[in-house]
């Protein structure tokens, strides 16, 4: 405990206090118990925020151990990439039953053991932050900005939910920010308008058509202001014995999601060999299914894509190229524990944008409009010497310039002469007032203020070092680290395909 005098500022202090001091090692779990505490003793639920920069070194909840990534990949034990060390599900069961949230902001220069500390924030319904190799002057207003957002939403506390269902199925699973005691109630400490669960139905009796299928979700919770409220959703869906009804009224951007989150919670227990097996199983099967039922006869080397899901392969192969599916040691684990966590919370439209970013081209704008130009496909094909792209996928964003970009253009946007005098070190655009540069960061503000995260801009002009960053981002290529372009997996799901009807 502290004795600090009466009418001194905390916060101030406490780098005078520990000035001298040697101890390195922070702690993590005491002090959410000891918020924890806080919150019982007021009687009411709540959110910490939790403020995380250096690496615990023990074993024990609060005290972790570093992880040898290129070992555990090449052993059948690369699962436990992902597996929390520790007792930290039993803190957040406590958490979860005394309506107390935790958010983790994290500051890493080092590895960090975020498959661990993770835990308690995705059990709570709380938010993950990760800001690597934090520097003050470029950084900040990212982080800034993150946690003045957090602290405007509006949530709901100590919630529980469940959905029930009419005859025919059944809710067989879940997933998101969520802890769960038994197999029908969801438990959230909190709950905000950027989380999503999403649940699987498994049909298991006779559906009828003339009545359909009802789904009910009821989530009881207490509000900002204190009044226990439930918020209750009823949803009637047609049923059909056509298949070709099914195939026609596919969501392809929910399927994503879907896929993306089984994969993700997958891993916890499968290597990750076996998790894209099936995937790739998965996407080959509908498809193939499509063709032999519902497709007009053709050739037997044609490939047939349903209307409403051509663009699940193209989705199919981003999400097997992730960070997190792509089993490469060049990627750090905690890097890739911190993006799965993401993706397990996300909602439909943030789950798509994650795997299949935005990519604008600038350079038509057209400023007589109030029109965003429309995105082209997210290859290097697209790219031009004379354009300007911007890209987003709700965590980045960059702004790539090519080289012979013009200088209207250039003088319009940064307020230099040339592509030369550009500077690749800023993190913001310049406030200039003219209608080009007003009307880029307007849309920059529109594609932001969509997205709970805060997206640091990244200036890249073509052929420097950055750019090959900004490359990893182009999904339809192929990637870095081995993943095949959308092309050559198109290639691939046919031949599955092709064996399937064979």
């Given at each position: 405990l502290l004795h600090v005098p009466l009418g001194y500022n905390l916060l101030d202090?406490?780098?005078?206090?520990?000035?001298?001091?040697?101890?390195?090692?922070?702690i993590f779990a005491p002090v959410i118990q000891a918020g924890m505490e806080a919150l019982k003793a007021a009687e009411c639920a709540g959110k910490l925020f939790i403020f995380h920069s250096s690496l615990p070194t023990a074993e024990a909840p609060g005290k972790l151990k570093n992880r040898d990534d290129k070992k555990l990949l090449n052993t059948d034990k690369e699962k436990t990439?992902?597996?929390?060390?520790?007792?930290?599900?039993?803190l957040a069961k406590d958490c979860v039953a005394n309506g107390c949230c935790v958010n983790l902001f994290l500051f890493p220069n080092q590895y960090m053991d975020v498959a661990s500390m993770g835990l308690v924030t995705m059990y709570t319904g709380g938010t993950l932050y990760k800001y690597n190799n934090f520097q003050l002057e470029t950084d900040s207003p990212q982080f800034l900005s993150d946690l003045r957002k957090d602290i405007q939403k509006k949530m709901g506390f100590d919630a529980t939910m469940r959905v029930r269902t009419s005859t025919g199925f059944r809710a067989t699973d879940f997933f998101g920010a969520i802890y769960m005691n038994n197999t029908t109630d969801v438990e959230m400490a909190a709950v905000d308008c950027d989380k999503a669960v999403t649940v699987e139905f498994k049909h298991d009796d006779k559906l009828n058509e003339d009545t359909g299928a009802l789904i009910q979700c009821a989530v009881l919770y207490t509000s900002m202001s204190g009044q226990r409220r439930i918020r209750i959703h009823n949803l009637g869906l047609n049923c059909s014995s056509q298949l070709a009804d099914?195939?026609?009224?596919?969501?392809?951007?929910?399927?994503i999601n879907f896929f993306a989150k089984s994969a993700f919670k997958a891993?916890?227990?499968q290597p990750l060999k076996t998790v894209r097996d099936i995937l790739m199983n998965q996407t080959a099967h509908m498809l193939a299914c499509y063709k032999k039922n519902c497709a007009s006869p053709a050739a037997v080397s044609q490939l047939i894509l349903p209307d409403t899901v051509?663009?699940?392969?193209?989705?199919?192969?981003?999400?097997?190229?992730?960070?997190?599916?792509?089993?490469?040691?060049?990627?750090?684990?905690?890097?890739r524990a911190f993006h799965r966590q993401l993706v397990m919370a996300m909602g439909v439209a943030d789950t798509q944008l994650y795997f299949y970013p935005l990519l604008l081209p600038i350079h038509s704008l057209d400023l007589k409009s109030d029109a965003v130009p429309a995105a082209v496909r997210c290859s290097e094909e697209r790219l031009s010497e004379g354009g300007a792209f911007?890209?987003?996928n709700g965590l980045s964003m960059f702004l790539w310039l090519g080289a012979s970009v013009s200088p209207e253009l250039i003088q319009g946007l940064f307020n230099v002469p040339s592509f030369a005098h550009i500077s690749t070190e800023a993190i913001s655009l310049p406030n200039l007032d003219n209608p080009f540069s007003k009307k880029l960061k307007h849309i920059l503000e529109q594609i932001q203020s969509q997205k709970p995260y805060t997206m640091k801009l990244m200036i890249v002009k073509q052929r420097e070092q950055p750019e090959m960053l900004f490359r990893q981002f182009l999904v339809e290529d192929k990637?870095?680290?081995?993943?095949?372009?959308?092309?050559?997996?198109?290639?691939?799901?046919?031949?599955?395909?092709?064996?399937?009807?064979?």
């Open positions: 202090q406490i780098p005078e206090l520990f000035a001298d001091t040697n101890e390195s090692e922070t990439l992902f597996q929390p060390q520790g007792n930290y599900e039993a099914v195939y026609r009224t596919c969501e392809t951007d929910a399927l891993v916890l227990s051509k663009v699940l392969p193209v989705y199919m192969n981003c999400l097997l190229k992730s960070c997190v599916l792509a089993g490469r040691p060049e990627i750090p684990t905690d890097e911007l890209l987003a990637n870095i680290y081995g993943g095949a372009s959308y092309v050559d997996f198109l290639v691939c799901i046919h031949k599955e395909i092709s064996q399937l009807l064979s």
